[in-house]
Structure formats: C-alpha cells, structure tokens
C-alpha cells in the first residue's frame, strides 16, 4: 500500500503523537521499493527527536535527508537547505516529508506551494489518542482543521499511532481505532495504517482484523530502549 500512495507524503500530526518515528519507518519500507527516495526534516519548531538525527542511519539505506541547511546535529537554528524543493519538482522521487508539530510545523509548507502540485500529495495525519489534545473525536477534528488551513492542504487518510510506549498493549491500539472511525464518519477521512511496534506488540493477525486501513508494523528508531 505504501507504493500506492502519492508520490509526495507529508507526515504531520499533534506533539508527541510519533509523526517522526512513523515517518522514518515508513521511508525505510518506501526505500524498498523505490528507486529514488528522499526525507526531508521540515521540523523547525522541536528541537527533540527530528529525523535529521538518524541522517546516517537512512543514507546507509540509500535514502536521501535534506534538512536544516547547517551541518551541526544540536544547532536549534530554524534554517532549511534550498535543496527540499529539488524532489517537489523531480518526479523521478518518491518523497517523504515530516514535518513539525502542530498547525505551527505546519506554516513551513507555504514557502512551498508554488513548487508543490497538490495532485501529488497524500497529508497524513498522524493521531495517538493518549495525547491531551487528540483525545477525543472533537479535539482530533480541531486539530485537523487547524493543520488543513495553517498547510493549505487537505487531510487524505490518518495514522492510528495510538500508544502508550513500551506499556502499549493491543487494547491501546484497539481504543484508537474506534476513536478514529467516529471521526472517520464525521469528516469521511479513513484511516490509511494502524501503527504498532513489534517490540510491543505481537497479536498482528488479530490486530489486522480488527482495525481500519493496513497494519503497519514498526521498530524503534528515534527513541532508545532505556527511554
């Protein structure tokens, strides 16, 4: 299903809902299966957790990042490299883009739009429903409107990233699911994957048959085992 996507997936979401560690996991399966594969860390607002931090680790899978335009990983400059637009316009890229938290992460993407062809984007948003200000269908909408207008871009499916870390249990992931479709039947936006991580969570066959859209399973990769 990922291949099926649109050719540029933007990756947005609440703080703390897990946009970056679905982003990166979801780049690493796309690398797979494309021959040319970008991500490109627009996060600017959090100075925690952004892709940029695992570069190495995703050039060592062939995966282009493109980030801050400054080649110190702790520098907290909101600088962005002139090189994200190339893969906007080279349709020979699949691209994935993360962006930062919020509507404010958001506001990036209007620099943008004259490079973007909208008929290109798949906006992904990312929802954990143990997160204060996506923990219900009304604040999961507010959200969304607020990311559609401070982007400019519509909303095309959702994440169910609903977790409680290492103390994620099948349960948790099956409360985000029906959240989700009560928003699902409110705005007519599905979800596209339902998240867990294989560290955790081990029913895949059960959860498969329970949930909205494709299982994705997932690795850590932003956040250590002690964390």
Not at 155 to 180: P, R
């Amino acid at each position: 299903m990922i291949k099926d996507d649109k050719r540029i997936r933007m990756i947005t979401g609440y703080y703390g809902s897990g946009k970056t560690e679905f982003a990166l996991n979801y780049v690493s399966q796309l690398a797979k299966l494309s021959k040319r594969t970008a991500l490109a860390d627009l996060d600017i607002v959090n100075v925690f957790f952004r892709s940029r931090e695992r570069a190495l680790m995703m050039e060592d899978m062939g995966i282009e990042v493109i980030s801050s335009s400054l080649t110190q990983d702790s520098s907290d400059m909101p600088a962005l490299s002139s090189k994200i637009v190339k893969p906007f316009r080279d349709h020979s890229y699949d691209y994935v883009v993360d962006l930062g938290g919020s509507e404010i992460g958001a506001n990036v993407l209007g620099r943008f739009h004259d490079d973007i062809n909208p008929e290109e984007v798949d906006f992904l948003m990312v929802v954990n429903i143990y997160r204060p200000e996506t923990n219900s269908v009304e604040e999961i909408c507010k959200q969304m409107e607020m990311l559609e207008q401070k982007s400019g871009y519509k909303i095309t499916g959702f994440v169910n990233n609903s977790n409680l870390i290492h103390e994620t249990i099948l349960e948790n992931i099956l409360a985000g699911d029906e959240l989700l479709r009560e928003v699902t039947k409110k705005t007519g936006v599905l979800v596209r994957y339902t998240t867990c991580m294989l560290e955790e969570v081990s029913e895949l066959e059960e959860l498969s048959k329970r949930v909205q859209g494709e299982v994705f399973p997932m690795h850590y990769k932003m956040r250590e085992s002690w964390m």
